[in-house]
């Protein structure tokens, strides 16, 4: 995986099948990680949670960086200008959101910052979505973080 590529959990896929996700109306969430133990993440991790138990683990929000700066623990929702997240055009499903521009550099931000989680925060487990590659550790106080997501999405179904 390169900088800036986002890669979706095969649970994600898996639960998309099963009706868990309302992609339209849900509230979706971008926070950060140090990598902890799960570093890479990988497509297939079991049932990736942020802030629960998954069988098997792992929990990405034991791995968030510490909130401070303009860093708020539990991430940025991508739902605050794009109210709908998930859109049909010319038969291609389009999963997208906010670009995060809040991360502007900070001498209280985190310092270890090396993956984005998106995670869906109505569903009570907080069950993930996929994950963003930021390129090696990205120190938070010697510069903006900012995520600018693709024209064509986060992701899409064709």
């Not at 969430?29 to 942020?50: H, I, K, Q, S, Y």
Request: glycine residues 12%; aromatic residues 10%.
């Amino acid at each position: 995986m390169a900088q800036g590529d986002f890669e979706v959990f095969s649970k994600c896929k898996e639960n998309m099948g099963d009706g868990l996700f309302d992609l339209s109306d849900d509230t979706h969430r971008l926070a950060l990680t140090d990598g902890g133990t799960t570093d890479p993440p990988t497509e297939n991790l079991g049932n990736p949670l942020w802030g629960s138990t998954g069988t098997p683990v792992p929990d990405f929000n034991l791995e968030e960086v510490t909130a401070g700066g303009n860093y708020t623990a539990e991430g940025e929702s991508l739902s605050a200008v794009i109210t709908d997240n998930w859109s049909l055009s010319t038969n291609v499903g389009k999963f997208d959101g906010d670009d995060v521009t809040a991360w502007t550099q900070n001498a209280g931000n985190p310092t270890d910052a090396k993956y984005g989680i998106l995670y869906d925060d109505t569903l009570t487990n907080n069950d993930c979505i996929g994950w963003l590659d930021i390129g090696g550790t990205f120190d938070m106080t010697t510069g903006d973080l900012t995520v600018t997501w693709a024209a064509a999405g986060i992701f899409t179904l064709t």
